[in-house]
């Protein structure tokens, strides 16, 4: 069954450093999504991705954040300088484009990010 | 506006006991999609279940069923005689297309504590 990866699946850097996190999507889902997870909390929307460029982002997805598809296989979250408020999980999601395929995200194992 | 609402921030069971989670959404769509989500202490999203607005047919799977009520707003999850492997926070999830991103939109879980 496809899947959606991420790597790596965990992180550790130093505030202010900028971060990369990959995702492979699957093959034929046209949409795309980041998610975090602060630890102990719930899963917070930050940014959905739809024909190279952003369709709607939350407030926790300001100027510090940005995304890119730089390929067509991977879907990237890029934190400019991180904060300590930045350690969470980081999800990725895909989905298809019609039908029921609408409201159905496919989830990636997360990567696990650590600012020191 | 979306949002939904897990009340159990906590229940802890004794193995074999029968325990129910709650979820109350609230949306302003008439085509929606609810979810629930199993995050075992590594991490992962786990999907469990996804059932539509127009479907509320109680729904079994093994140990686990699922009462969706549009009446009250609730799509509750039930586990029968509970293991101490059902151990893991569960969240129920919400999407809509309202926004146009169907994006998810998650309550705040409900850990679960399954005691030998």
């Known amino acids: 069954e496809p899947e959606v990866t991420q790597t790596p699946s965990h992180q550790v850097t130093q505030m202010g450093q900028e971060v990369i996190l990959r995702c492979v999507p699957i093959s034929n889902h046209l949409y795309f999504y980041w998610y975090r997870q602060i630890l102990g909390q719930k899963v917070e929307f930050l940014v959905s991705f739809y024909n190279n460029e952003i369709s709607e982002k939350s407030e926790i997805f300001d100027d510090q954040f940005s995304v890119e598809r730089p390929d067509g296989s991977n879907f990237t979250l890029k934190i400019r300088s991180t904060k300590l408020e930045d350690s969470a999980m980081y999800f990725c999601?895909?989905?298809?484009?019609?039908?029921?395929?609408?409201?159905?995200?496919?989830f990636g194992p997360g990567t696990r990010l650590t600012v020191t | 506006a979306q949002k939904v609402t897990q009340a159990q921030t906590e229940i802890s069971v004794v193995e074999k006991e029968d325990v129910t989670l709650d979820c109350v959404y609230e949306?302003?769509?008439?085509?929606?999609?609810l979810f629930w989500y199993k995050q075992p202490p590594s991490g992962e999203l786990v999907f469990l279940i996804r059932r539509n607005s127009f479907d509320e047919q109680n729904e079994i799977s093994g140990r686990y069923s699922w009462n969706f009520q549009k009446s009250t707003s609730s799509f509750n999850f039930t586990i029968t005689a509970s293991q101490v492997v059902d151990s893991a926070v569960y969240f129920c999830?919400?999407?809509?297309?309202?926004?146009?991103?169907?994006?998810?939109?998650f309550g705040t879980g409900t850990r679960l504590k399954v005691l030998a």
């Open positions: 999830a919400l999407s809509e297309g309202y926004s146009g991103t169907y994006k998810y939109i």
């Open positions: 999601a895909s989905r298809g484009v019609t039908g029921e395929k609408l409201y159905e995200q496919y």
């Open positions: 949306t302003r769509d008439t085509t929606y999609y």
